[in-house]
């Protein structure tokens, strides 16, 4: 059984703070790797998506991909309040997606 | 942007029932996921579908579900008797091509059956 884990939370970090998630897959042949956003009542976001070992930045977002580790996580620099969501891990391998249970984060203000 | 738009958005449903959710996309996909979240769970894929045929589906997507593409404007999600336990958010994802196959979730469309 192909599995993405990731711990539920809820991660609480204060604004203005790194706030670092993490996942992990167990199907060696995931080959992409992928972070969305999810608020409450709403559709996942893809916020980031890293597919070679090492990190991978876009703004505040840095993905870090260790495929030896079978492990991938998302810092999140300057945590604002609006970055308080559930951040979901995706693996794939052909083409569909699996899915972690999502990582809930709160960003105090 | 999601490059789908999803009717209805809430569906509410009699046990029992036949629902069918819609999936319009906005460019010309040919290739589509289905994905189903149940309040509070992860994200599952169901079935994905590419040039009117299913491509692969998981053990979820049993012969209660089919999906077809009516015409050439939407592609839809047919659950034949729903069951308490397929109240969930339902996503349409368009394949958008490139190497990396990232997925762009479309609004979903939420089943509830009572």
């Known amino acids: 059984q192909k599995e993405v884990e990731q711990n539920s939370g809820p991660l609480s970090v204060p604004e203005g703070a790194i706030a670092s998630l993490n996942c992990t897959y167990s199907?060696?042949?995931?080959?992409?790797f992928f972070w969305y956003r999810q608020y409450s009542g709403k559709s996942p976001e893809l916020i980031m998506s890293i597919y070679s070992n090492g990190d991978k930045e876009d703004g505040r977002f840095t993905a870090q991909l260790n495929k030896a580790s079978q492990y991938v996580s998302l810092l999140i620099r300057d945590s604002q309040p609006s970055d308080s969501a559930t951040y979901l891990c995706?693996?794939?391998?052909?083409?569909?997606?699996?899915f972690g249970t999502g990582t809930r984060l709160k960003v105090l203000a | 942007e999601p490059e789908v738009t999803q009717t209805p958005s809430h569906q509410v449903t009699q046990m029992g029932q036949e629902v069918i959710l819609r999936c319009v996309p906005i460019?010309?996909?040919?290739?589509f996921y289905w994905y189903r979240q149940i309040l509070g769970q992860k994200v599952e894929f169901l079935v994905s579908f590419y040039n009117n045929e299913i491509s692969e589906k998981s053990e979820i997507f049993d012969d209660q579900f089919s999906v077809e593409r009516p015409d050439g404007s939407n592609f839809t999600l047919k659950i034949r008797s729903t069951k308490l336990e397929d109240s969930a958010m339902y996503f349409c994802?368009?394949?958008?091509?490139?190497?990396?196959?990232?997925?762009?979730f479309g609004p979903g469309t939420r089943l509830t059956v009572l």
């Open positions: 199907d060696r042949g995931s080959q992409s």
């Open positions: 460019s010309n996909h040919l290739y």
């Open positions: 995706a693996a794939s391998g052909t083409y569909k997606y699996i």
């Open positions: 994802v368009p394949r958008t091509g490139g190497s990396y196959n990232e997925q762009f």
